[in-house]
């Protein structure tokens, strides 16, 4: 697959793991922006250890969950960390190009797409969005219930259209990220 060295998804679990640990008390983000490490990844390339697939929501900032800076990270966002083909063809680019072989479905407490997927049938392009979320969780009514029941499609779907199995390197795992305490909880082991 790729050529560059990279974290193994075990390795980078830990990391993100520890990342999340040392920013439930941080008032900034420790994460390396230096000019350095700019020039550093400018010069060699990037090789993120985790793909992050997250919600837009503005309190969600995954480089600041993880403790993460430039050129850890592949991360991406969309309101209710639904996915598409634009999201899946952003997933297999990281893991097949960059050697990233931990991909997080990270979503989150008190989310408004969730939300408005539970209470409400929005129109417009909202719609698209929610229409998958609804798909996810059904007749569920519990916020945190729905969460994860959306969170765990986005593994599924990740996981049968990249046609992945047990014995491949790229492994993905669900997370929900608490937005009060800042606790990011795994769902699964990789
Ligand atoms: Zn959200």
Redesign the pocket.
């Known amino acids: 697959m790729a050529h560059h060295q990279n974290l193994p998804a075990a390795e980078a679990m830990a990391k993100l793991k520890a990342g999340n640990e040392r920013y439930l008390d941080a008032a900034s983000n420790p994460g390396d922006i230096s000019k350095q490490i700019r020039q550093k990844t400018c010069d060699e390339g990037q090789t993120p250890y985790a793909i992050v697939i997250t919600?837009?929501?503005s309190r969600?900032i995954p480089e600041s969950i993880f403790s993460a800076g430039i050129g850890e990270l592949f991360t991406i966002r969309v309101?209710?960390n639904v996915m598409d083909h634009h999201q899946l063809g952003s997933v297999e680019y990281a893991a097949d190009h960059l050697g990233t072989n931990l991909v997080v479905v990270l979503g989150?407490t008190h989310?408004?797409?969730?939300g408005a997927a539970l209470t409400s049938n929005p129109d417009g392009f909202v719609k698209y969005i929610t229409d998958e979320i609804k798909k996810a969780i059904g007749d569920e009514k519990d916020e945190l219930t729905a969460c994860r029941l959306n969170v765990e499609r986005s593994v599924s779907i990740i996981k049968e259209q990249l046609k992945l199995t047990d014995s491949s390197d790229l492994k993905v795992c669900g997370a929900i990220y608490q937005i009060d305490s800042g606790k990011v909880e795994f769902l699964d082991t990789v």
Do not use: E, L, R
């Open positions: 919600c837009s929501d969600v309101a209710g989150h989310c408004g797409a969730v």
